[in-house]
């Protein structure tokens, strides 16, 4: 079956040479839980967000900065101030990125040296997110528009050559995707730490061959097309990862988080035979 309604977006990954160190201080930025099995650390929401985290270990350490950052929203300037004291004493630092001295926002590197912000509580457009606000990624208009046909989130906004796409749904719409054309000398090589899952009635293969059309759609403004693959690969070498329908339904593949965010009556574990 084609896949007219688009992909789950199942997790991020992000590379960690201290998984469950780099695991609990996001866990205290982001506000959520962590969730670690004997082959996997990662976070399990809280507040409502339909994707998890996971940690994945990797032996070099970052180099250059980061293509993609978590941009954490704020309920008021004592909120703010708080976050970022409270982060700096988890390990986390100030870093410039090249912000202006009336930016309102402030950039940290977590204690692992990648970036995120700390968003001032008057930013209109991350007004009714929760804690996650966005994650927000170097790229092309062209990138925006991949994602939203990829996973069927509408677009909310696409000026300036920014584009952001929003989840769908009747859930609280707390996750956000946003690009913004960008130099990248000296930034890390592209790359795409988001695991997607299609709906339990497409098959995954379908689903690949969708994913590599929009790409090659979108071939005449972007120099690569959609690249596939799977996990186990350093920051600099990842690609995007399509879990099968299955295993795609259990967020950071962990019972709790199932129960957490799905409830029993939406998703049936595979081996209950139900």
Request: a negative charge; charged letters at 30%; aromatic letters at 6%.
């Amino acid at each position: 079956m084609v896949n007219v309604n688009g992909s789950r977006l199942v997790s991020l990954c992000l590379d960690a040479n201290d998984p469950l160190r780099l695991a609990r201080f996001w866990a205290e930025a982001l506000r959520w839980k962590v969730d670690e099995t004997d082959d996997e650390i990662g976070l399990v929401p809280t507040d409502g967000t339909r994707f998890g985290i996971l940690f994945e270990p990797v032996p070099e350490p970052k180099v250059g900065r980061n293509r993609l950052h978590l941009d954490l929203t704020t309920i008021s300037d004592e909120d703010q101030q708080e976050s970022v004291e409270r982060l700096v004493e988890l390990g986390a630092r100030h870093i410039d990125v090249g912000q202006g001295p009336d930016d309102r926002h402030v950039v940290l590197a977590d204690p692992e040296g990648n970036e995120f912000c700390i968003i001032e509580p008057e930013n209109n457009f991350l007004a009714d997110c929760g804690r996650l606000g966005s994650i927000t990624c170097d790229g092309t208009r062209e990138v925006g528009y991949f994602w939203s046909a990829a996973l069927g989130w509408p677009l909310v906004w696409d000026q300036d050559d920014e584009t952001a796409i929003r989840a769908p749904g009747p859930y609280r719409s707390d996750d956000h995707l946003g690009w913004r054309a960008a130099c990248t000398e000296g930034w890390e090589e592209p790359a795409s730490p988001l695991d997607i899952a299609p709906p339990a009635d497409v098959d995954q293969q379908a689903e690949v061959d969708r994913l590599v059309s929009l790409g090659r759609e979108a071939d005449r403004y972007r120099p690569r097309p959609c690249q596939l693959g799977g996990h186990g690969r350093s920051r600099r070498q990842r690609v995007l990862c399509v879990e099968s329908p299955i295993a795609g339904r259990d967020v950071l593949r962990c019972r709790a988080a199932r129960r957490d965010l799905f409830g029993p009556s939406t998703i049936r574990d595979p081996r209950s035979g139900g």
